[in-house]
Protein backbone atom coordinates (compact mmCIF):
# COMPACT_ATOMS: atom_id res chain seq x y z
CA UNK A 1 0.00 0.00 0.00
CA UNK A 2 1.34 3.74 -0.66
CA UNK A 3 2.33 5.25 2.51
CA UNK A 4 1.36 8.95 0.92
CA UNK A 5 -2.76 9.56 0.22
CA UNK A 6 -3.28 9.91 -3.50
CA UNK A 7 -4.36 13.80 -3.78
CA UNK A 8 -5.39 14.50 -6.78
CA UNK A 9 -8.46 12.92 -8.64
CA UNK A 10 -11.19 13.24 -11.42
CA UNK A 11 -14.61 11.23 -11.73
CA UNK A 12 -14.91 7.71 -13.85
CA UNK A 13 -16.68 8.03 -16.83
CA UNK A 14 -19.12 5.35 -16.69
CA UNK A 15 -21.79 5.67 -19.23
CA UNK A 16 -21.32 4.06 -22.58
CA UNK A 17 -21.77 7.31 -24.46
CA UNK A 18 -19.43 8.98 -22.19
CA UNK A 19 -16.67 7.02 -22.69
CA UNK A 20 -17.16 6.59 -26.21
CA UNK A 21 -17.05 10.93 -26.41
CA UNK A 22 -13.97 10.35 -24.33
CA UNK A 23 -12.41 8.18 -27.38
CA UNK A 24 -13.91 10.81 -29.56
CA UNK A 25 -12.73 13.69 -28.02
CA UNK A 26 -9.10 12.05 -27.95
CA UNK A 27 -9.03 11.19 -31.78
CA UNK A 28 -10.01 14.88 -32.72
CA UNK A 29 -7.31 16.42 -30.29
CA UNK A 30 -4.76 14.23 -31.68
CA UNK A 31 -6.09 15.47 -35.36
CA UNK A 32 -5.97 19.04 -34.22
CA UNK A 33 -2.43 18.67 -32.93
CA UNK A 34 -1.50 17.09 -36.12
CA UNK A 35 -3.08 19.94 -38.00
CA UNK A 36 -0.95 22.73 -35.84
CA UNK A 37 1.95 20.71 -35.98
CA UNK A 38 2.03 20.20 -40.00
CA UNK A 39 1.73 23.75 -40.25
CA UNK A 40 4.41 24.65 -38.03
CA UNK A 41 6.86 22.87 -39.86
CA UNK A 42 5.55 23.93 -43.44
CA UNK A 43 6.10 27.10 -42.55
CA UNK A 44 9.67 26.36 -41.70
CA UNK A 45 10.04 24.11 -45.17
CA UNK A 46 9.86 20.39 -43.63
CA UNK A 47 7.71 18.11 -45.25
CA UNK A 48 7.02 16.31 -42.26
CA UNK A 49 5.93 12.24 -42.38
CA UNK A 50 2.43 11.47 -40.96
CA UNK A 51 3.83 9.21 -38.14
CA UNK A 52 5.99 12.41 -37.39
CA UNK A 53 2.67 14.55 -36.71
CA UNK A 54 1.34 11.37 -34.79
CA UNK A 55 3.98 10.81 -31.93
CA UNK A 56 4.63 14.70 -30.78
CA UNK A 57 5.23 15.07 -27.62
CA UNK A 58 1.95 16.81 -27.42
CA UNK A 59 -0.49 14.08 -28.48
CA UNK A 60 1.58 11.38 -26.60
CA UNK A 61 1.01 12.92 -23.47
CA UNK A 62 -2.57 13.54 -24.94
CA UNK A 63 -3.47 9.85 -25.73
CA UNK A 64 -1.80 8.86 -22.07
CA UNK A 65 -3.80 11.30 -20.25
CA UNK A 66 -7.04 9.96 -21.58
CA UNK A 67 -6.65 6.59 -21.25
CA UNK A 68 -5.65 6.97 -17.87
CA UNK A 69 -8.82 8.90 -17.49
CA UNK A 70 -11.28 5.95 -18.69
CA UNK A 71 -9.11 3.63 -16.31
CA UNK A 72 -10.31 0.37 -16.76
CA UNK A 73 -9.74 -1.31 -20.18
CA UNK A 74 -8.17 1.62 -21.80
CA UNK A 75 -5.64 1.41 -19.24
CA UNK A 76 -5.19 -2.35 -19.46
CA UNK A 77 -4.74 -2.32 -23.34
CA UNK A 78 -2.07 0.32 -22.92
CA UNK A 79 -0.46 -1.72 -20.38
CA UNK A 80 -0.68 -5.31 -22.06
CA UNK A 81 0.66 -3.50 -25.19
CA UNK A 82 3.66 -1.95 -23.96
CA UNK A 83 4.53 -5.55 -21.37
CA UNK A 84 3.78 -7.88 -24.87
CA UNK A 85 4.44 -6.02 -27.71
CA UNK A 86 6.57 -3.31 -26.58
CA UNK A 87 9.55 -4.14 -28.51
CA UNK A 88 7.63 -4.03 -31.85
CA UNK A 89 6.09 -0.71 -31.20
CA UNK A 90 7.92 2.78 -32.49
CA UNK A 91 9.37 4.21 -29.18
CA UNK A 92 7.47 7.36 -28.85
CA UNK A 93 4.38 4.76 -28.40
CA UNK A 94 5.61 2.64 -26.28
CA UNK A 95 6.26 5.56 -23.92
CA UNK A 96 2.89 6.29 -24.03
CA UNK A 97 1.84 2.79 -22.93
CA UNK A 98 4.96 2.56 -20.35
CA UNK A 99 3.15 5.36 -18.70
CA UNK A 100 -0.43 3.87 -17.99
CA UNK A 101 1.63 1.36 -15.62
CA UNK A 102 1.97 3.92 -13.13
CA UNK A 103 -0.72 4.91 -10.91
CA UNK A 104 -3.92 5.91 -12.21
CA UNK A 105 -6.16 9.19 -10.94
CA UNK A 106 -8.33 8.21 -8.49
CA UNK A 107 -11.75 9.10 -8.37
CA UNK A 108 -13.51 11.94 -6.14
CA UNK A 109 -15.32 11.48 -2.72
CA UNK A 110 -18.67 11.54 -4.36
CA UNK A 111 -18.07 8.53 -6.66
CA UNK A 112 -16.45 6.78 -3.34
CA UNK A 113 -19.83 7.38 -1.27
CA UNK A 114 -21.91 6.38 -4.33
CA UNK A 115 -19.83 2.86 -4.49
CA UNK A 116 -20.42 2.13 -0.92
CA UNK A 117 -23.53 3.12 -0.44
CA UNK A 118 -24.36 0.82 -3.55
CA UNK A 119 -22.30 -2.22 -2.20
CA UNK A 120 -22.67 -1.58 1.41
CA UNK A 121 -25.78 -0.14 1.81
CA UNK A 122 -26.64 3.10 3.66
CA UNK A 123 -25.15 3.35 6.99
CA UNK A 124 -22.27 1.37 5.85
CA UNK A 125 -19.78 3.62 8.64
CA UNK A 126 -21.22 1.46 11.65
CA UNK A 127 -18.90 -1.07 10.54
CA UNK A 128 -16.26 1.45 11.05
CA UNK A 129 -14.31 3.34 13.59
CA UNK A 130 -12.79 5.18 10.68
CA UNK A 131 -12.66 5.50 7.45
CA UNK A 132 -10.72 7.59 4.88
CA UNK A 133 -12.28 8.79 1.64
CA UNK A 134 -8.47 9.80 0.70
CA UNK A 135 -7.24 7.09 -1.92
CA UNK A 136 -3.50 5.75 -0.54
CA UNK A 137 -3.33 4.14 -3.88
CA UNK A 138 -5.15 3.97 -7.55
CA UNK A 139 -4.88 1.73 -10.22
CA UNK A 140 -6.83 0.26 -13.48
CA UNK A 141 -9.97 -0.83 -12.25
CA UNK A 142 -10.16 0.20 -8.51
CA UNK A 143 -8.60 2.20 -5.61
CA UNK A 144 -7.47 1.46 -2.01
CA UNK A 145 -8.76 3.43 1.10
CA UNK A 146 -7.92 2.37 4.58
CA UNK A 147 -10.04 2.01 7.85
CA UNK A 148 -10.41 0.79 11.24
CA UNK A 149 -12.69 -1.70 12.13
CA UNK A 150 -14.95 -0.85 15.40
CA UNK A 151 -12.63 -3.89 16.96
CA UNK A 152 -9.50 -2.20 16.16
CA UNK A 153 -8.66 -4.13 13.02
CA UNK A 154 -7.28 -1.47 10.75
CA UNK A 155 -8.41 -2.56 7.26
CA UNK A 156 -7.42 -2.17 3.39
CA UNK A 157 -10.85 -1.20 1.20
CA UNK A 158 -10.37 -1.80 -2.52
CA UNK A 159 -13.10 -0.01 -4.01
CA UNK A 160 -13.73 -0.88 -8.47
CA UNK A 161 -13.88 2.02 -10.58
CA UNK A 162 -18.05 2.13 -11.40
CA UNK A 163 -19.45 0.82 -14.65
CA UNK A 164 -15.97 -1.05 -15.31
CA UNK A 165 -17.17 -4.37 -15.84
CA UNK A 166 -19.90 -3.46 -18.29
CA UNK A 167 -17.40 -1.26 -20.33
CA UNK A 168 -15.03 -3.56 -20.32
CA UNK A 169 -15.22 -5.22 -24.47
CA UNK A 170 -16.67 -1.32 -25.92
CA UNK A 171 -13.77 0.23 -24.39
CA UNK A 172 -11.22 -2.58 -25.53
CA UNK A 173 -12.88 -2.79 -29.05
CA UNK A 174 -12.96 1.13 -29.27
CA UNK A 175 -9.22 1.54 -28.01
CA UNK A 176 -7.85 -0.66 -29.96
CA UNK A 177 -9.81 0.81 -33.14
CA UNK A 178 -8.60 4.31 -32.29
CA UNK A 179 -4.41 3.25 -31.88
CA UNK A 180 -5.51 1.77 -35.39
CA UNK A 181 -7.02 4.30 -37.39
CA UNK A 182 -4.78 7.07 -35.84
CA UNK A 183 -2.01 5.13 -37.20
CA UNK A 184 -0.20 4.78 -33.62
CA UNK A 185 -0.26 0.86 -34.14
CA UNK A 186 1.83 -0.69 -37.06
CA UNK A 187 -0.87 -1.93 -39.55
CA UNK A 188 1.20 -5.23 -39.77
CA UNK A 189 0.83 -6.00 -35.80
CA UNK A 190 -2.01 -8.26 -35.45
CA UNK A 191 -3.11 -7.63 -31.62
CA UNK A 192 -6.22 -9.40 -31.64
CA UNK A 193 -4.97 -12.50 -29.38
CA UNK A 194 -3.88 -9.53 -26.96
CA UNK A 195 -6.78 -7.62 -27.44
CA UNK A 196 -9.09 -10.87 -26.37
CA UNK A 197 -6.49 -12.03 -23.51
CA UNK A 198 -7.07 -8.04 -22.75
CA UNK A 199 -11.19 -8.46 -21.90
CA UNK A 200 -10.82 -12.23 -20.37
CA UNK A 201 -8.37 -10.91 -18.02
CA UNK A 202 -10.02 -7.66 -16.91
CA UNK A 203 -13.62 -9.41 -16.54
CA UNK A 204 -11.24 -11.93 -14.18
CA UNK A 205 -9.80 -9.54 -12.37
CA UNK A 206 -13.35 -7.14 -12.37
CA UNK A 207 -14.64 -9.77 -9.75
CA UNK A 208 -13.39 -8.68 -6.23
CA UNK A 209 -14.73 -12.11 -5.20
CA UNK A 210 -12.60 -14.11 -7.05
CA UNK A 211 -9.08 -12.19 -6.24
CA UNK A 212 -10.06 -12.52 -2.56
CA UNK A 213 -10.63 -16.26 -3.13
CA UNK A 214 -7.31 -15.87 -4.65
CA UNK A 215 -5.74 -14.23 -2.05
CA UNK A 216 -7.27 -16.84 0.38
CA UNK A 217 -5.70 -19.87 -1.19
CA UNK A 218 -2.34 -18.24 -1.75
CA UNK A 219 -2.46 -17.50 1.82
CA UNK A 220 -3.22 -21.38 2.68
CA UNK A 221 -0.42 -22.66 -0.14
CA UNK A 222 2.12 -20.41 1.78
CA UNK A 223 0.89 -21.59 5.22
CA UNK A 224 4.66 -22.26 5.65
CA UNK A 225 6.53 -19.86 4.32
CA UNK A 226 7.37 -17.23 6.91
CA UNK A 227 9.04 -14.98 5.04
CA UNK A 228 6.10 -14.02 3.24
CA UNK A 229 2.79 -11.86 4.50
CA UNK A 230 -0.69 -12.84 2.53
CA UNK A 231 -3.36 -9.99 3.36
CA UNK A 232 -6.57 -11.79 4.64
CA UNK A 233 -9.48 -11.22 3.39
CA UNK A 234 -12.73 -9.79 5.24
CA UNK A 235 -15.44 -11.90 3.84
CA UNK A 236 -18.15 -9.61 5.27
CA UNK A 237 -17.34 -6.44 3.37
CA UNK A 238 -16.06 -7.81 0.34
CA UNK A 239 -18.68 -7.96 -2.55
CA UNK A 240 -17.73 -8.36 -6.38
CA UNK A 241 -17.14 -4.50 -6.43
CA UNK A 242 -14.91 -3.91 -3.26
CA UNK A 243 -12.63 -6.33 -1.56
CA UNK A 244 -11.58 -5.61 2.35
CA UNK A 245 -8.91 -7.03 3.24
CA UNK A 246 -6.21 -7.10 6.11
CA UNK A 247 -3.98 -3.47 5.80
CA UNK A 248 -0.25 -4.72 5.57
CA UNK A 249 2.18 -1.72 5.58
CA UNK A 250 5.77 -2.05 4.14
CA UNK A 251 8.07 0.11 1.71
CA UNK A 252 7.63 0.22 -1.93
CA UNK A 253 10.27 -3.46 -2.86
CA UNK A 254 11.72 -1.02 -5.58
CA UNK A 255 13.11 1.21 -3.33
CA UNK A 256 14.90 -1.09 -1.05
CA UNK A 257 18.87 0.10 -2.83
CA UNK A 258 19.65 0.84 0.08
CA UNK A 259 19.64 -2.00 2.30
CA UNK A 260 22.78 -4.39 2.08
CA UNK A 261 23.63 -6.66 -0.27
CA UNK A 262 22.83 -10.13 1.05
CA UNK A 263 19.26 -8.61 2.17
CA UNK A 264 18.86 -7.48 -1.30
CA UNK A 265 20.28 -10.94 -2.74
CA UNK A 266 17.85 -12.51 -0.14
CA UNK A 267 14.53 -10.79 -1.20
CA UNK A 268 15.34 -11.51 -4.53
CA UNK A 269 16.13 -15.12 -4.01
CA UNK A 270 12.77 -15.42 -2.32
CA UNK A 271 10.85 -14.13 -5.41
CA UNK A 272 12.35 -16.15 -7.73
CA UNK A 273 11.79 -18.85 -5.43
CA UNK A 274 8.24 -18.89 -5.21
CA UNK A 275 7.75 -18.18 -8.96
CA UNK A 276 9.38 -21.61 -8.92
CA UNK A 277 7.09 -23.08 -6.34
CA UNK A 278 4.13 -20.75 -8.28
CA UNK A 279 4.79 -22.67 -11.93
CA UNK A 280 6.08 -26.25 -10.38
CA UNK A 281 4.13 -26.90 -7.65
CA UNK A 282 1.10 -24.87 -7.32
CA UNK A 283 0.17 -24.24 -11.01
CA UNK A 284 -0.70 -21.26 -9.96
CA UNK A 285 0.57 -18.33 -10.96
CA UNK A 286 0.04 -14.48 -9.94
CA UNK A 287 0.99 -13.28 -13.33
CA UNK A 288 0.69 -9.25 -13.21
CA UNK A 289 5.14 -8.27 -13.64
CA UNK A 290 3.67 -4.66 -11.09
CA UNK A 291 6.82 -3.92 -8.56
CA UNK A 292 3.34 -2.71 -6.60
CA UNK A 293 2.50 -5.71 -5.80
CA UNK A 294 4.84 -5.90 -3.36
CA UNK A 295 6.06 -4.88 -0.09
CA UNK A 296 8.48 -5.41 2.38
CA UNK A 297 7.87 -5.26 6.08
CA UNK A 298 11.21 -3.78 7.71
CA UNK A 299 10.72 -4.74 11.29
CA UNK A 300 10.24 -8.60 10.62
CA UNK A 301 11.95 -8.65 7.15
CA UNK A 302 9.18 -10.19 5.53
CA UNK A 303 7.73 -9.53 1.91
CA UNK A 304 3.89 -8.05 1.73
CA UNK A 305 2.56 -9.98 -1.30
CA UNK A 306 -0.48 -8.00 -2.74
CA UNK A 307 -3.14 -7.83 -5.93
CA UNK A 308 -4.22 -11.55 -6.60
CA UNK A 309 -6.53 -10.43 -9.44
CA UNK A 310 -4.18 -11.66 -12.04
CA UNK A 311 -3.74 -15.31 -10.45
CA UNK A 312 -3.84 -17.93 -13.14
CA UNK A 313 -4.06 -21.69 -13.16
CA UNK A 314 -1.95 -23.33 -15.72
CA UNK A 315 -2.42 -26.95 -16.88
CA UNK A 316 0.08 -30.10 -16.13
CA UNK A 317 0.92 -30.14 -19.85
CA UNK A 318 2.13 -26.73 -20.00
CA UNK A 319 4.21 -26.83 -16.77
CA UNK A 320 5.38 -30.06 -18.22
CA UNK A 321 6.58 -27.93 -21.00
CA UNK A 322 8.16 -24.73 -19.51
CA UNK A 323 10.09 -27.79 -17.33
CA UNK A 324 11.51 -29.30 -20.44
CA UNK A 325 12.15 -25.93 -21.94
CA UNK A 326 13.97 -25.08 -19.00
CA UNK A 327 16.22 -28.27 -18.87
CA UNK A 328 17.05 -28.17 -21.81
CA UNK A 329 18.30 -24.56 -22.19
CA UNK A 330 20.29 -25.01 -19.74
CA UNK A 331 21.74 -28.30 -21.14
CA UNK A 332 21.91 -26.40 -24.77
CA UNK A 333 19.82 -28.59 -26.12
CA UNK A 334 18.28 -26.75 -28.90
CA UNK A 335 15.89 -29.90 -30.47
CA UNK A 336 14.76 -30.42 -27.07
CA UNK A 337 14.41 -26.88 -26.46
CA UNK A 338 12.35 -26.97 -29.77
CA UNK A 339 10.00 -30.12 -29.16
CA UNK A 340 9.00 -27.44 -25.63
CA UNK A 341 8.42 -24.50 -27.78
CA UNK A 342 5.95 -26.28 -30.35
CA UNK A 343 4.59 -28.27 -27.87
CA UNK A 344 4.09 -24.47 -25.93
CA UNK A 345 2.46 -22.94 -29.02
CA UNK A 346 5.22 -21.08 -29.76
CA UNK A 347 5.46 -21.84 -33.74
CA UNK A 348 3.24 -21.76 -36.35
CA UNK A 349 3.35 -24.26 -39.14
CA UNK A 350 4.77 -22.11 -41.90
CA UNK A 351 7.81 -20.88 -39.40
CA UNK A 352 10.85 -20.37 -41.05
CA UNK A 353 13.97 -21.81 -40.03
CA UNK A 354 15.73 -18.73 -39.15
CA UNK A 355 12.76 -17.29 -37.75
CA UNK A 356 12.63 -20.70 -35.09
CA UNK A 357 16.35 -20.58 -34.19
CA UNK A 358 15.57 -16.38 -33.69
CA UNK A 359 13.48 -17.83 -30.78
CA UNK A 360 15.01 -20.32 -29.38
CA UNK A 361 18.24 -17.74 -29.17
CA UNK A 362 15.65 -15.57 -26.67
CA UNK A 363 14.70 -18.48 -24.96
CA UNK A 364 18.15 -19.14 -24.15
CA UNK A 365 18.62 -15.83 -22.94
CA UNK A 366 15.88 -16.11 -20.93
CA UNK A 367 17.38 -19.05 -19.31
CA UNK A 368 20.95 -17.46 -19.02
CA UNK A 369 20.75 -17.18 -15.70
CA UNK A 370 19.90 -20.72 -15.03
CA UNK A 371 22.28 -21.64 -16.42
CA UNK A 372 24.78 -19.79 -14.67
CA UNK A 373 27.59 -21.73 -11.97
CA UNK A 374 27.06 -19.71 -8.86
CA UNK A 375 25.68 -16.00 -8.15
CA UNK A 376 24.50 -14.46 -11.09
CA UNK A 377 24.26 -10.94 -10.94
CA UNK A 378 21.77 -8.93 -12.12
CA UNK A 379 22.87 -5.72 -11.40
CA UNK A 380 25.98 -5.91 -13.91
CA UNK A 381 24.89 -7.92 -16.62
CA UNK A 382 23.05 -6.43 -20.13
CA UNK A 383 20.61 -9.70 -20.36
CA UNK A 384 17.70 -6.93 -20.35
CA UNK A 385 19.23 -5.43 -23.30
CA UNK A 386 20.40 -8.43 -25.07
CA UNK A 387 16.73 -9.78 -24.80
CA UNK A 388 14.94 -6.63 -25.97
CA UNK A 389 17.96 -6.10 -28.86
CA UNK A 390 16.74 -10.29 -29.77
CA UNK A 391 13.20 -9.81 -29.52
CA UNK A 392 13.42 -6.16 -32.05
CA UNK A 393 15.66 -7.66 -34.57
CA UNK A 394 12.71 -10.78 -34.71
CA UNK A 395 9.91 -8.30 -34.41
CA UNK A 396 10.77 -6.71 -37.37
CA UNK A 397 10.34 -9.45 -39.47
CA UNK A 398 6.58 -8.95 -40.16
CA UNK A 399 6.35 -12.12 -42.15
CA UNK A 400 6.94 -13.79 -38.19
CA UNK A 401 4.47 -12.29 -36.11
CA UNK A 402 2.42 -14.87 -33.53
CA UNK A 403 1.28 -14.53 -30.61
CA UNK A 404 1.99 -17.59 -28.43
CA UNK A 405 -1.18 -18.79 -26.36
CA UNK A 406 -2.28 -16.15 -23.62
CA UNK A 407 -0.32 -18.28 -20.49
CA UNK A 408 2.60 -18.06 -22.22
CA UNK A 409 2.70 -14.91 -22.51
CA UNK A 410 1.66 -13.96 -18.88
CA UNK A 411 4.49 -16.40 -18.01
CA UNK A 412 6.90 -14.49 -19.54
CA UNK A 413 5.65 -11.28 -18.15
CA UNK A 414 6.28 -12.21 -14.49
CA UNK A 415 9.86 -13.76 -15.18
CA UNK A 416 10.53 -10.82 -17.41
CA UNK A 417 9.25 -8.77 -14.34
CA UNK A 418 11.10 -10.37 -11.85
CA UNK A 419 14.04 -9.81 -13.86
CA UNK A 420 13.93 -5.55 -14.07
CA UNK A 421 13.23 -5.83 -10.18
CA UNK A 422 16.77 -7.99 -9.44
CA UNK A 423 18.27 -5.99 -12.26
CA UNK A 424 17.18 -2.44 -10.11
CA UNK A 425 18.32 -4.16 -6.46
CA UNK A 426 21.45 -5.01 -8.26
CA UNK A 427 21.04 -8.66 -6.35
CA UNK A 428 23.55 -11.20 -6.73
CA UNK A 429 21.18 -14.57 -6.88
CA UNK A 430 22.31 -18.51 -7.47
CA UNK A 431 19.21 -19.27 -9.51
CA UNK A 432 20.16 -23.09 -9.81
CA UNK A 433 20.33 -23.03 -6.28
CA UNK A 434 16.73 -21.08 -5.73
CA UNK A 435 15.20 -23.69 -8.76
CA UNK A 436 16.36 -26.38 -6.84
CA UNK A 437 14.94 -25.24 -3.31
CA UNK A 438 11.65 -25.11 -5.53
CA UNK A 439 10.71 -28.32 -6.87
CA UNK A 440 12.44 -27.92 -10.08
CA UNK A 441 15.27 -30.28 -11.52
CA UNK A 442 16.50 -29.82 -14.73
CA UNK A 443 18.10 -33.72 -14.59
CA UNK A 444 14.17 -34.34 -13.59
CA UNK A 445 14.46 -34.25 -18.18
CA UNK A 446 16.59 -36.69 -19.56
CA UNK A 447 19.16 -35.34 -22.06
CA UNK A 448 17.82 -36.51 -25.75
CA UNK A 449 19.63 -39.53 -27.26
CA UNK A 450 21.43 -37.63 -30.17
CA UNK A 451 23.10 -35.28 -28.04
CA UNK A 452 27.21 -34.53 -27.94
CA UNK A 453 29.35 -32.75 -25.97
CA UNK A 454 29.28 -29.83 -28.11
CA UNK A 455 26.22 -29.41 -26.98
CA UNK A 456 27.14 -28.61 -23.79
CA UNK A 457 28.58 -25.25 -22.72
CA UNK A 458 31.22 -24.88 -20.72
CA UNK A 459 30.92 -23.54 -17.00
CA UNK A 460 30.71 -20.16 -16.17
CA UNK A 461 33.11 -18.73 -14.66
Known amino acids: MADEPVTKSSAVPHGRWSRLARLGSLAGGVAGNMLAEGARQFAQGKRPQMHQLLLTPANARRVADQLAQLRGAAMKVGQLLSMDAGELLPPELAEILSRLRADAIPMPMSQVVAALNANWGEGWDRHFEQFSFTPMAAASIGQVHFGERKD ?28 RVSGLLPKSLDIKPLLDEAKQQLHAEADYRREGASMMQFSSLLAGADEFLVP ?14 TRLDGEPVESLCHLPQLERDRLVSQLF ?126 DFWHTPPADALFLHRKLGGL ?43
Not at 232 to 245: G, P, Q, R, V
Open 232 to 245: EMHDDLTTENILAM
Open 152 to 179: GRKIAVKIQYPGIRRSIDSDVDNVATLL
Open 273 to 398: RLLFREIFEFRLIQTDPNFANYRYAAASQQLILLDFGATRAYPAAMVDSYRQLMACAMRNDRPGMNEAAVAIGYFQQDIKEGQRQAVLDIFALACEPLGHMGEYDFGTSDLGVRIRDAGMVLGMDR
Open 419 to 461: YLLAARLKARVNMQEVAGASGFSPDAIQPRSNLTASHFPAESP
